[in-house]
């Protein structure tokens, strides 16, 4: 897969991850993705359809020559929540 969906993966990896369908009920991720994805939370179930847009648009020949904007804008979200690293003296 390209890395353009890299970030959008690997957020609702940790999203599911930290879900109550994983923490307290006991069921594999891919259990909750396929079969208890109304119990997840609603960000993660936002992750999920953007995870299905991004692989989407990798198909699609239009964007495939523009780039995969869903994917570059979760990578765009991913550095800005991620802090700058201590300047050394």
Do not use: Y
């Not at 959008?8 to 369908?21: F, G, H, Q, V």
């Not at 999920?48 to 847009?53: G, I, N």
């Amino acid at each position: 897969m390209s890395s353009s969906c890299d970030a959008i993966l690997k957020a609702l990896k940790e999203c599911l991850l930290n879900s109550d369908c994983v923490q307290k009920q006991g069921h594999l991720p891919s259990e909750c993705l396929k079969q208890h994805s109304n119990e997840l939370p609603e960000q993660c179930q936002l992750l999920r359809k953007s995870t299905f847009e991004c692989k989407r648009n990798m198909l699609d020949m239009r964007t495939r020559f523009r780039g995969n904007t869903v994917g570059m804008d979760a990578e765009k979200l991913r550095q800005q929540k991620t802090p700058p690293p201590p300047a050394q003296s």
